[in-house]
């Protein structure tokens, strides 16, 4: 069974670009969740969808950030416009029930140069 | 309200040796404390977790202490191997997301 995949692994972006990070939960896995880890700190939760509402979006930075998940697969989080604190590593999790385990994908490593 | 503590920041350990981490949180609603390895290019995965009606679980060489009173779980990492290199990160949460410690890379050095 294929785990959670993100892409891309890497992207460098200038300051003001668009970036749009996708993530492809294991499959049958109803809750889809976006965390990120800025220069070495705490992985901080962005934000969790049940299929394809946003069930907490509490963790979202600002209006900069823009996460879907049409149909209730897979999910993008796009960056409009980057800015340089943006810069981290973003992960992309799934889980089958509220409560269980979480499984990670490798993450995404967005530098905003 | 929304914190985890962890540390310490960085461990050496010599192999055979046990690495002990450490955790601290506030919310008292959070009832389950999982901890995560990471290696280099990977995601975490999840290692062993614990929830508060239990003050210790231990799987295999890895045992997580919990003290509910004063708010403090820990990971404790026994007979501690070369392939145990990795960054550990302690969370807290309840049934949708997790609370993130800052992490602790550890070295297990032969």
């Known amino acids: 069974e294929a785990g959670v995949t993100q892409f891309p692994s890497h992207s460098v972006i200038e300051k003001g670009q668009t970036v749009t990070l996708r993530c492809d939960p294991i499959?049958?896995?109803?809750?889809l969740y976006w965390y990120r880890r800025v220069m070495g700190k705490e992985i901080k939760f962005l934000l969790h969808?049940?299929?394809?509402?946003?069930?907490?979006e509490s963790g979202m930075p600002n209006n900069r950030f823009l996460a879907e998940r049409t149909g209730g697969t897979y999910s993008t989080l796009k960056v409009q416009p980057a800015e340089l604190e943006d810069s981290g590593v973003y992960f992309c999790?799934?889980?089958?029930?509220?409560?269980?385990?979480?499984?990670f994908g490798q993450g995404t490593r967005l530098t905003v140069v | 309200q929304q914190q985890v503590k962890q540390s310490p920041q960085s461990l050496i350990v010599q192999k055979g040796g046990i690495s002990i981490i450490n955790c601290a949180y506030e919310?008292?609603?959070?009832?389950?404390f999982p901890w995560y390895q990471q290696f280099p290019g990977k995601g975490p995965a999840l290692l062993i977790a614990?929830?508060?009606?239990?003050s210790e679980k231990k799987e295999g060489r890895f045992t997580i202490s919990f003290n509910k009173s004063a708010k403090q779980f820990s990971l404790h990492i026994m007979d501690s191997q070369p392939g145990d290199s990795a960054t550990y990160f302690c969370a807290a949460g309840g049934y949708n997301k997790l609370i993130f410690g800052a992490g602790t890379r550890l070295a297990v050095h032969p």
């Open positions: 614990i929830r508060p009606d239990v």
């Open positions: 919310n008292t609603a959070f009832d389950y």
């Open positions: 999790a799934s889980s089958q029930e509220l409560g269980a385990e979480a499984f």
């Open positions: 499959s049958g896995h109803d809750n």
């Open positions: 969808f049940v299929k394809e509402s946003k069930q907490d």
